[in-house]
């Protein structure tokens, strides 16, 4: 399969080629979750995937509980549908605590101090809506479980109990503070505002099976695709990833959603936002990311810029300041036909309207 191929085939699962997205948590539930350390880049993610929404569909979906926003693949934060908080906080919570046990320890969270905040939590968090982070750990410590309340021991405490299925991240205060809500209540919101989509929530996936469904979602959402690709999205051991594809066979309910080939499919150009999944899906990102533009796009840290796209590769980057939101092809507008040029401004006056803001674009 040429490079071409296998990036236009990709395109198509990600939705980012062929049909859209029929709305949020279809868009959420293709890729298995949405990496939302920044949740304007979150919100972004589902706009690329989808047409016609606007941001604010996106923030009612986490704040009726039809989403969940938690640490998951990598340990990294995710939105994913509240259908499956269960089964993936039950596959990657073991691992994500472990992971993270001797910088806890470090910080002063240790086995007994980490499930003794436990047990409070939910009477703390119960019926409080989202809480301050800084708040939960001052209300611990009014119950005698006290941290460090600067530094990052809250963020470690606040970590551990997502991996354990207590809590999990809210919506964002004021001034982009992080709240915490508990995980019970954002099962009871979905249910109330029409219910799971898949049986109980903790009773879909166990084991095995939730190894099996992992590998067919993420299959579904990024295929083509190995086991080197599924251990490097999910944060897996690389022979768990094995076995998560050995169990999945050749499953006859996997759809072929990637079945065009390059030449027949339409690849639009699109304005996708920092840390968006066709960037984390893969081992590699050469099938859509030239080497030469690697470090522009990943400078280091961790951070993954915003980007422009343009017949199934990055082209440039794109950036927001104020009310100005400016496009940066890597070799310049000229370097870009017309046509191009034209259908990136009607991108950027997408995610104008989208936000709900009125932004001019320039190039650069």
Not at 112 to 128: F, N, Q, S
Not at 165 to 170: A, E, I, K, N, S
Request: aromatic content about 4%; overall charge neutral.
């Amino acid at each position: 399969m040429t490079t071409a191929s296998l990036g236009a085939r990709r395109m198509r699962a990600q939705l980012l080629a062929g049909p859209p997205a029929r709305g949020v948590l279809d868009a959420v539930e293709r890729v298995v979750g949405v990496q939302a350390q920044s949740w304007p880049a979150a919100r972004l993610a589902v706009r690329a995937r989808t047409r016609g929404l606007r941001a604010a569909d996106v923030d009612r979906a986490l704040a009726s509980g039809e989403l969940a926003r938690t640490w998951l693949m990598r340990g990294t934060l995710h939105l994913v549908s509240a259908a499956d908080l269960g089964w993936l906080t039950g596959l990657f919570g073991p691992l994500n605590r472990a992971a993270g046990r001797r910088r806890r320890e470090e910080l002063g969270v240790d086995d007994d101090t980490a499930e003794r905040a436990l047990a409070e939590i939910p009477g703390i968090l119960a019926g409080a809506g989202p809480m301050d982070r800084a708040e939960l750990v001052a209300r611990l410590a009014g119950r005698g479980v006290r941290i460090e309340p600067t530094g990052q021991a809250p963020a470690h405490l606040v970590a551990y109990a997502a991996a354990a299925g207590v809590l999990c991240r809210g919506p964002d205060l004021a001034g982009g503070r992080p709240s915490v809500i508990l995980a019970e209540e954002v099962r009871v919101a979905a249910a109330a505002a029409g219910g799971p989509r898949r049986g109980d929530f903790e009773g879909d996936f166990e084991g095995d099976a939730a190894l099996r469904e992992l590998a067919r979602r993420y299959l579904l959402g990024y295929g083509p695709a190995d086991a080197a690709d599924l251990a490097a999205w999910s944060g897996l051991p690389a022979a768990t990833a094995r076995r998560a594809l050995a169990l999945l066979g050749s499953d006859p309910e996997l759809p072929d959603v990637a079945s065009e080939s390059g030449a027949s499919m339409s690849l639009p150009p699109r304005l996708l936002g920092q840390f968006d999944t066709v960037l984390l899906g893969h081992r590699d990102r050469d099938f859509v990311l030239r080497a030469e533009h690697a470090k522009r796009v990943n400078a280091g840290g961790g951070m993954v810029a915003a980007t422009l796209l343009v017949g199934g590769e990055v082209v440039g980057l794109w950036r927001r300041t104020g009310r100005r939101l400016t496009l940066q092809p890597f070799d310049g507008p000229g370097a870009l036909p017309a046509a191009t040029r034209d259908a990136l401004e009607a991108e950027a006056a997408d995610v104008a309207r989208f936000l709900g803001e009125p932004l001019t674009t320039a190039w650069e």
